[in-house]
């Protein structure tokens, strides 16, 4: 499974920006997508998961009602739009895979439940 992460950029606080996320080797209806960030200095924090149905979605209180992931099954790509941005954004921002169709909450915060990860994109919010 190989991802690639994409869509980041410099923007301004308040701008919206929409990360995708290609997906290959498998097929969205049998694997949960989760994106996940990391500021310089922080640990990594999960923000938002897709289950393989698509039925399911979590997101982290920190970006819940600004990001809204979705995906395009015909593409095989999630998508993590990501709006009213706050310098506090600025991350890399990382997709992983999880093939199968298992789902908990969980998916959502930890990094350790996916097998696969992109190589990251950088979301620099300026004030």
């Known amino acids: 499974v190989q991802l690639q992460a994409s869509g980041g950029g410099l923007v301004q606080a308040g701008d919206s920006v929409r990360l995708s996320c290609q997906v290959s080797g498998t097929t969205l209806d049998y694997t949960a997508i989760g994106w996940f960030r990391q500021a310089p200095g922080k640990e990594r924090e999960g923000i938002s998961a897709i289950s393989s149905s698509g039925g399911r979605i979590k997101y982290a209180d920190s970006v819940k009602g600004r990001f809204t992931i979705s995906r395009d099954s015909a593409k095989n790509t999630v998508f993590l739009q990501m709006g009213s941005l706050k310098p506090e954004d600025t991350a890399v921002y990382y997709c992983?895979?999880?093939?199968?169709?298992?789902?908990?909450?969980?998916?959502?915060?930890?990094?350790?439940?996916?097998?696969?990860w992109g190589q990251g994109t950088l979301v620099t919010v300026s004030s």
């Open positions: 992983a895979a999880r093939r199968g169709r298992i789902w908990s909450r969980s998916h959502c915060q930890r990094g350790d439940l996916y097998n696969s």
